[in-house]
Every structure is written in structure tokens, then in C-alpha cells.
């Protein structure tokens, strides 16, 4: 069945960096689109940077351009999100979402868009 693990959260100080993973089994990454997303507390789920497209179309949220890069070993089924210069605001729990879509779609890196999670890893920007 499909599984997604993430790993990799933890508590930072503000300025630093975390790299994220999510390691996918039960489907292969060639014929999926596979995302990262968060949850504040109180606050909804929303998408941090999604492969949009089969063909490696990337989406950011706006609040993390320029200092989040999502990246993917298809190989290894294995997808990351590198994090630097995080800032307190970035504090919440990162999920990695994936849904099968076909050759030519594009999806919107949005919460309602992806079938399957994982159960999330707690990301704290403190000092």
C-alpha cells in the first residue's frame, strides 16, 4: 500500500536550516506528483511546494520562495524540502502528500489535490 514517512523536523533557531525527507514506498515517483505541506497550530493546512506536473513542474507558496527548494530522487523514491534561513512563522508540522496523476496534468499544490500522506514531522523556529 501507499506510505509516506517523513523525517527530518526538529527545532531550529532563526536563520537556520533544516532539510526534510520523505521516503515514499508502495508506488513508484515516475507516475506520481508528490508535495510538502504544513500545519500551524490553529491554523489551516497549505501548501509549501508541490511537483505540480509529472514533468517536474515545481510550485512555492509565496511566504517560502527563495529560501525553500523541494527536490526528488525518483531512484530512490525519496523526496526532500531544504529550508534555510527559517524564520518563527515557518513553526509547524510538514506533511508530504502524493497523488497519481497522468502524463500531460497539472495539478494545484493544494491540500484537497493529494490523495495520500504521511503522518508529519514537527518543524519549531525558536531562540
Known amino acids: 500500500q501507499v506510505q509516506l514517512v517523513e523525517s527530518g523536523g526538529g527545532l531550529v533557531q532563526p536563520g537556520g536550516s533544516l532539510r526534510l525527507s520523505c521516503a515514499a514506498s508502495?508506488?513508484?515517483?515516475?507516475?506520481?506528483?508528490i508535495g510538502w505541506f504544513r500545519q500551524a497550530p490553529g491554523k489551516e493546512r497549505e501548501g509549501v511546494s508541490c511537483?505540480?506536473?509529472?514533468?517536474?513542474?515545481?510550485d512555492y507558496a509565496d511566504s517560502v520562495k527563495g529560501r525553500f527548494t523541494i527536490s526528488r530522487d525518483n531512484a530512490k523514491n525519496m523526496v526532500y524540502l531544504q529550508m534555510n534561513s527559517l524564520k518563527p512563522e515557518d513553526t509547524a508540522v510538514y506533511y508530504c502528500?502524493?497523488?497519481?496523476?497522468?502524463?500531460?496534468?497539472?495539478?494545484?499544490?493544494?491540500?484537497?489535490?493529494?490523495?495520500?500522506w504521511g503522518q508529519g514531522t514537527q518543524v519549531t523556529v525558536s531562540s
Open positions: 502528500a502524493a497523488t497519481p496523476l497522468e502524463p500531460s496534468a497539472v495539478v494545484a499544490c493544494g491540500v484537497h489535490e493529494y490523495r495520500y
Open positions: 508502495g508506488f513508484t515517483l515516475d507516475y506520481y506528483v
Open positions: 511537483f505540480v506536473s509529472r514533468g517536474g513542474m515545481i
